[in-house]
């Protein structure tokens, strides 16, 4: 079975650009979470998506977005970049509700290089 | 802030030893603990949770054990093999929805 795929697998963008980002959860999987992964650090929240609408949100800027998909599909944008949203972008997915915790899948991640 | 955090940045064990990864956290209202090891390239693969109503879980050379006392998570790797070199992460989850709230890490190398 596939898992969490992400795409695409790198991308370099420069600052004041935007990016979108994108996931296809495990098949049967309904809930979607993003996170950034700063180099040395541990993964952070940003979002969590559940039946296309947004069950918790991380600490971060109005500059983060995301939206999911009829097939449950989610895409992670982010606008007017900036040097410090460079990161690993990883996207899990879960037989979540949204009301409990469920155990989360992880994808290999979207490398984003801002310069 | 409250944080989930490790006391160890690297941890160097010979193959075939015992390795013990640690973890402590600040909020006692957490309801899951989870293990991930993550290699370099790749997302983070679950390894164990453990609910906060248990003090040890086990699988299959991993244990993990919650002490809900000190606020302390520990992940023991029994006869430790090349293949388990990576970074462990520990991360709790808080009630509902799927947010974890992840440490920095520690690195595990595991030497012949």
């Known amino acids: 079975d596939a898992g969490v795929t992400q795409s695409p697998t790198h991308l370099i963008k420069t600052r004041g650009q935007q990016v979108t980002l994108r996931c296809s959860p495990i098949s049967g999987h309904k809930s979607v979470s993003w996170y950034q992964q700063v180099l040395g650090q541990g993964p952070q929240f940003i979002f969590q998506y559940y039946e296309k609408e947004e069950r918790g949100r991380g600490n971060f800027p109005d500059r983060f977005s995301a939206r999911q998909f009829p097939n449950y599909s989610s895409e992670l944008n982010v606008n007017a970049l900036l040097l410090g949203d460079s990161a690993l972008y990883l996207c899990?997915?879960?037989?979540?509700?949204?009301?409990?915790?469920?155990?989360?899948?992880f994808g290999p991640g979207t490398r984003l290089t801002v310069l | 802030g409250e944080s989930v955090g490790l006391h160890l940045p690297t941890l160097s064990v010979q193959e075939g030893d015992n390795s013990i990864i640690n973890c402590a956290y600040s909020?006692?209202?957490?309801?899951?603990f989870i293990w991930y090891k993550q290699e370099s390239g790749k997302g983070p693969q679950f390894i164990i949770d453990?609910?906060?109503?248990?003090d040890k879980r086990q699988g299959q050379r991993v244990t993990v054990l919650l002490n809900k006392t000190v606020k302390h998570l520990s992940l023991q790797i029994a006869a430790t093999q090349p293949g388990d070199s990576a970074v462990y992460f520990c991360?709790?989850?808080?009630?509902?929805?799927?947010?974890?709230?992840f440490g920095t890490g520690t690195r595990l190398q595991v030497f012949p």
């Open positions: 453990i609910r906060s109503n248990m």
């Open positions: 899990a997915s879960s037989f979540s509700t949204g009301e409990a915790y469920n155990e989360q899948f």
């Open positions: 991360a709790e989850n808080r009630g509902g929805a799927d947010k974890l709230i």
């Open positions: 909020n006692s209202a957490s309801d899951y």
